[in-house]
């Protein structure tokens, strides 16, 4: 069920990118540590995955948006199952896991369609039947 729009994405998005981003420190991890860069390098992939995407809050149309919720979905299934891959063990894999697992779920419960452009087909086919 796609109940998630391209705007509240982009916003959900932004705020799992500062979410990584802080995670590191709220859990107190070695800065070199691999349960560091692991969180780092995926916030920093998805900040650049939404800046790039064609939709509300981009800087560059480089991905449309069906391939950047593609993009979101890898690296939040990557980032669920880390752990695993590298074996990591502790209480540190807990965000990996969450936050993973958060994205990749956002990826598939957001609709396809930027709002407008959804709009825009409705007054279209208004349009034509008439």
Request: hydrophobic residues 50%; proline residues 2%.
């Given at each position: 069920?796609?109940?998630?729009?391209?705007?509240?994405?982009?916003?959900?998005?932004?705020?799992?990118?500062?979410?990584?981003?802080?995670?590191?420190?709220?859990?107190?991890?070695?800065?070199?540590?691999?349960?560091?860069?692991?969180?780092?390098?995926?916030?920093?992939?998805?900040l650049?995955?939404?800046?790039?995407?064609?939709?509300?809050?981009?800087?560059?149309?480089?991905?449309?948006f069906?391939?950047?919720?593609?993009?979101?979905f890898?690296?939040?299934?990557?980032?669920?199952?880390?752990?695993?891959?590298?074996?990591?063990?502790?209480?540190?894999?807990?965000?990996?896991?969450?936050?993973g697992?958060?994205?990749?779920?956002?990826?598939?419960?957001?609709?396809?369609?930027?709002?407008?452009?959804?709009?825009?087909?409705?007054?279209?086919?208004?349009?034509?039947?008439?």
């Open positions: 069920m796609k109940i998630i729009n391209s705007k509240m994405h982009g916003i959900l998005d932004y705020s799992i990118v500062f979410l990584l981003s802080i995670t590191p420190y709220l859990f107190d991890m070695d800065e070199d540590s691999i349960h560091c860069r692991l969180l780092m390098v995926t916030g920093l992939l998805l650049l995955s939404s800046l790039l995407t064609d939709f509300e809050y981009f800087l560059v149309k480089v991905f449309s069906k391939t950047h919720l593609k993009i979101d890898i690296l939040g299934a990557f980032l669920a199952l880390s752990p695993f891959l590298f074996d990591l063990s502790g209480n540190l894999i807990l965000p990996h896991i969450v936050l697992i958060s994205v990749s779920v956002l990826s598939l419960i957001t609709k396809t369609q930027k709002e407008t452009a959804k709009q825009e087909n409705q007054v279209q086919e208004e349009l034509q039947e008439i």
